[in-house]
């Protein structure tokens, strides 16, 4: 199964995302699919960003590996296992999160603390009717963010852990 939603959310998170060009650290947990939306953040932030994919399917893995390295994106790692089986706690800070498959609200709170004070993520996230919006999340402080409502979107869900599911190596 690959990862491929409708081109408008992708569209749409170039802008909150803002990204810049140059030495920043960014996160893609979600389904990686084919390296779509990945090498195109890749185009944009440059060679000396990080850049961290995660992927369930090792064929896509291997896919999207292959396909970054032919068009030269040596600094995006993308990773085989499941984005819920980070350890948050260890976890690098970064600049940007984009979550490519719907969360809860309490993981997304979760995944916030992983931004750097005036990081960004941008995340399909359930609300309580169990509906799904796009919300822009900033870190304003270590304590404080911003939450901005950019569109109703409805994405796969997150897959969640296997009880034996190691966490992906960053």
């Not at 941008?122 to 939450?147: C, G, M, W, Y």
Request: charged share 15%.
């Amino acid at each position: 199964p690959t990862h491929a939603p409708p081109p408008a959310p992708y569209a749409l998170t170039k802008t909150p995302h803002r990204l810049p060009h140059g030495n920043h650290s960014h996160q893609h947990p979600a389904l990686t699919g084919t390296g779509y939306f990945t090498t195109v953040v890749a185009n944009i932030v440059g060679p000396q960003a990080i850049h961290h994919a995660f992927e369930l399917h090792q064929s896509l893995v291997d896919f999207s590996r292959a396909k970054l390295a032919e068009y030269g994106h040596h600094s995006v790692q993308v990773h085989h296992g499941n984005a819920f089986s980070l350890d948050l706690e260890e976890t690098m800070p970064f600049a940007r999160i984009y979550v490519g498959a719907g969360i809860s609200m309490d993981y997304a709170a979760s995944v916030a603390t992983l931004l750097e004070v005036g990081g960004i993520m941008v995340a399909p996230v359930s609300t309580n009717d169990h509906s799904q919006a796009l919300l822009k999340l900033k870190r304003i402080s270590e304590l404080e963010f911003t939450v901005t409502k950019l569109m109703s979107v409805q994405f796969v869900p997150l897959a969640p852990p296997k009880p034996q599911e190691a966490p992906p190596e960053l």
